[in-house]
């Protein structure tokens, strides 16, 4: 079975916490003693994880670079949820959903980022259609600081036929474009939602953009004529939590 390695503290101790069942064994860097690890320790501990002491220098040829914090769980690997999750999470939803959608984003480091402040606006689900996405891989896990665990990541065969399901429940779409003509401050962003991001550069493709109820932009007040897509996820989503907190 093909296995996947999470490594870092953080990202290491909320799949200890939400999803343990994952994890197969932890790599443990010999010699290193604080209180942080020490915490993930004793979690997998309780959860009758093995536990496996390595030099540094194995830690760091595993990791391939990346800042491992003296951990790394050997895992299963984390795997998006199916078409039908999202009726299911649309139902169990008991305030208005918000849904993040990523057209076309195929960067892990663009993706962890997304999934992190998605988990921190509180978004329902991250949905990206299967083909020209990122995988789910140890690199989003990382970057998520541990919001790869939690928050629901759906990938669809087909992106315009499920915003149109989107449609059906009630919720908005709003796509994002530079030429937009109406600013993201000037919509009304309080009802159920669905924001959609495209890939940087080409932006969202045709079909996506069809079936968007409304396009906004994001107003830029100096030389540069865009935002890395995660940096914009953040501003869209941040205002959607403003308009809904009244403020």
């Not at 800042?67 to 939803?93: M, N, T, Y």
């Not at 779409?173 to 009802?191: N, P």
């Not at 932006?203 to 935002?227: F, K, W, Y």
Request: aromatic share 2%.
């Amino acid at each position: 079975m093909n296995t996947t390695d999470i490594f870092g503290l953080h990202a290491v101790t909320t799949l200890l916490q939400r999803n343990s069942d994952r994890v197969r064994c932890l790599l443990i860097q010999h010699g290193r003693e604080d209180a942080r690890l020490q915490t993930v320790l004793d979690l997998a501990s309780t959860r009758g994880i093995k536990m496996i002491t390595q030099p540094r220098e194995g830690l760091d040829q595993r990791a391939g670079g990346g800042r491992h914090q003296g951990v790394i769980a050997e895992c299963e690997p984390l795997r998006a949820l199916s078409e039908k999750a999202l009726d299911r999470l649309l139902e169990q939803s008991d305030t208005a959903p918000l849904l993040l959608v990523l057209d076309g984003v195929t960067d892990p480091h663009n993706l962890g980022a997304c999934l992190r402040t998605a988990d921190a606006a509180g978004v329902t689900a991250v949905i990206a259609p299967k083909d020209k996405s990122a995988p789910l891989n140890a690199t989003v896990a990382k970057v998520a600081c541990g919001a790869a665990e939690v928050v629901p990541y759906i990938q669809v065969t087909n992106l315009a036929r499920t915003l149109q399901l989107l449609q059906q429940h009630g919720i908005w779409i709003t796509g994002t474009a530079g030429e937009a003509t109406q600013s993201l401050y000037q919509a009304d962003l309080t009802g159920p939602q669905a924001i959609v991001m495209g890939a940087e550069g080409k932006g969202m493709r045709r079909l996506t953009r069809e079936n968007c109820d409304q396009l906004v932009n994001i107003p830029m007040a100096g030389e540069v004529s865009s935002l890395n897509v995660s940096v914009a996820t953040g501003v869209c989503l941040f205002e959607v939590v403003r308009q809904r907190a009244g403020r």
